[in-house]
């Protein structure tokens, strides 16, 4: 036989070595799948955590604009007609250098093939700038400056 007994807002129950020899009979409601990206109706699902938070950010106007005109567009290949879109929100995102992360270094984005993607911060981590470190040439000295872990 279990005791219940109310504080505030706070209920506590006591239960005793019986109370609990016999097996529960509740029955939980099946759990709903959780909607992806793309909703069963085609729309896309803002609200899904695979976005990152990049649809409500300082860009998510832009940002769900050239997202929207990729996912819905017609043209081949895939998105070409979306470059006004997408250049948009990249200009949004260098607005932000503390919220999405600033690639300077174009030419080694296209080599790695990085993307929208690699311009998203990582939080709490800023990059170091080794480029702009003090090297003396090989003649004057054999030691050279590292970038220090």
Not at 29 to 37: H, T
Not at 60 to 76: D, L, M, V
Not at 81 to 105: H, I, W
Request: glycine letters at 8%; one cysteine or more.
């Amino acid at each position: 036989m279990s005791l219940c007994k109310s504080y505030g807002k706070d209920k506590v129950i006591f239960a005793t070595k019986e109370d609990h020899a016999t097996p529960s009979n509740v029955e939980l409601p099946e759990s709903e799948p959780r909607p992806g990206l793309i909703l069963e109706n085609g729309d896309i699902n803002w609200n899904c955590p695979c976005l990152g938070g990049m649809a409500i950010g300082p860009c998510g106007n832009e940002f769900r604009e050239a997202f929207s005109c990729f996912h819905y567009s017609q043209a081949q290949p895939k998105g070409s007609d979306c470059y006004e879109a997408f250049s948009t929100m990249n200009e949004c995102m260098r607005n932000y250098p503390g919220v999405y992360k600033q690639n300077l270094n174009e030419e080694e984005d296209d080599e790695n093939g990085a993307g929208v993607a690699s311009m998203i911060a990582d939080e709490g981590e800023e990059e170091d700038d080794v480029d702009n470190a003090p090297v003396k040439p090989e003649s004057e000295s054999k030691t050279v400056a590292t970038k220090a872990n």
